[in-house]
């Protein structure tokens, strides 16, 4: 395990010097961000930008006045985009174990702080493991959200990295994060491969093995919000891979002790205000869950639950309680998580 985590501050600390150095597209993002997120890039220091290493969007939306934690947070590009989301009452942490990338990302903090107007930093840098969040001095119960991006493959006890994420959130609280997931386990011999598991391929989990991992850490209905296919244009590595397949898959766990495992018909029922800013006509809670303003919509359970009992409660009105129960709830299965198809794939941001 030691082993590893040197190989990995190594490959991001030493061997890659900004995002261009990458072999694959695997920590890459895939889909340009929205347009609220690219005026802020731009705002973002050119140095923090070209250490990016991130494989999606890890920012949701809601996030003025909260606390957020990012695992793994690099040169802090998406630290420093929250920092702005949140205003001078939020805060940001950043935790990484690569003293390269933490060099980078506090060396610009003084020049977010004046550029966002604020009259003290909103964010740090701690340096440490995600795997051993329970040694950093972290504050139990403490957090809003916390935020990861293409990161927890690299960990090589993901559970540890769930487990201790559920107890950091606060209860409603949420873990929005972007990784790399294979269609099958990825057998040792590649994962020995240090550039394949520094390039967040042979670190990836089997989507299933996931979802285990999720609900044993108490994230009880995992939500993928998006996912794409990844490709592996070097041949070198695609050789190695031979049939693997890879996807960039963007999830959400809400910190919810009462979700159910599987989506039960209480007959309830939610309607959309409109008011999530640059949402003003649809909010997408994930990939199957889109709430057009003003429309009454019937939803299961744990969906009643992960907008009333979130921060996202404000912005909905909601229909019925947990008095009785009607059932499964239909229309909300399905088997694989994601897919090949995906959608037509954007160069990295």
């Given at each position: 395990m030691v082993k590893k985590h040197q190989e990995i501050q190594d490959y991001y600390g030493k061997e890659l010097s900004e995002t261009e150095d990458l072999k694959t597209n695997a920590c890459c993002t895939l889909v340009p961000p929205p347009a609220h997120i690219?005026?802020?890039?731009?705002?973002?220091?050119?140095?923090?930008?070209?250490?990016?290493?991130?494989?999606?969007?890890?920012?949701?939306?809601?996030?003025?006045?909260?606390?957020?934690?990012?695992?793994g947070s690099g040169s802090g590009r998406d630290c420093y985009i929250v920092s702005k989301l949140v205003g001078d009452k939020g805060k940001v942490i950043g935790v990484d174990m690569t003293d390269e990338q933490l060099a980078v990302a506090n060396r610009h903090i003084d020049y977010h702080t004046k550029t966002f107007g604020y009259k003290s930093p909103n964010v740090e840098f701690v340096k440490g493991n995600i795997e051993r969040l329970d040694e950093l001095n972290l504050e139990e119960g403490s957090f809003d959200l916390i935020i990861s991006n293409c990161v927890i493959n690299l960990a090589t006890d993901k559970l540890k990295v769930f487990k201790d994420a559920y107890?950091?959130?606060?209860?409603?609280?949420?873990?929005?994060?972007?990784?790399?997931?294979?269609?099958?386990?990825?057998?040792?011999?590649?994962?020995?491969?240090?550039?394949?598991?520094?390039?967040?391929?042979?670190?990836?989990?089997?989507?299933?093995?996931?979802?285990?991992?999720?609900?044993?850490?108490?994230?009880?209905?995992?939500r993928a919000v998006e996912n794409k296919p990844v490709t592996?244009?070097?041949?070198?590595?695609?050789?190695?891979?031979?049939?693997?397949?890879?996807?960039?898959?963007?999830?959400?766990?809400?910190?919810?002790?009462?979700?159910?495992?599987?989506?039960?018909?209480?007959?309830?029922?939610?309607?959309?205000?409109?008011?999530?800013?640059?949402?003003?006509?649809?909010?997408?809670?994930?990939?199957?869950?889109?709430?057009?303003?003003?429309?009454?919509?019937?939803?299961?359970g744990n969906t009643f639950m992960m907008l009333k009992d979130t921060r996202l409660a404000k912005h909905f009105d909601f229909?019925?309680?947990?008095?009785?129960?009607?059932?499964?709830?239909?229309?909300?299965?399905?088997?694989?998580?994601?897919?090949e198809e995906g959608s037509d794939a954007a160069s990295c941001c």
């Open positions: 690219r005026v802020i890039m731009k705002d973002i220091h050119e140095e923090v930008l070209a250490k990016y290493y991130g494989c999606g969007l890890t920012i949701p939306n809601e996030l003025e006045g909260i606390k957020v934690l990012d695992l107890a950091l959130l606060k209860p409603g609280g949420e873990m929005y994060f972007s990784d790399i997931y294979c269609d099958r386990r990825v057998e040792e011999q590649l994962q020995n491969d240090p550039v394949l598991w520094g390039e967040c391929l042979s670190g990836a989990m089997y989507w299933n093995d996931f979802l285990v991992a999720a609900k044993k850490a108490g994230f009880l209905d995992p592996v244009e070097n041949p070198e590595l695609g050789e190695k891979l031979g049939d693997h397949k890879f996807f960039s898959v963007t999830y959400r766990l809400f910190k919810l002790p009462n979700l159910e495992s599987d989506c039960e018909d209480y007959g309830q029922a939610i309607a959309y205000k409109g008011t999530i800013e640059g949402k003003p006509n649809t909010y997408h809670l994930d990939d199957h869950h889109p709430f057009p303003k003003g429309k009454v919509m019937p939803v299961c229909y019925g309680t947990f008095d009785k129960h009607y059932g499964i709830f239909e229309g909300c299965g399905g088997a694989m998580p994601f897919s």
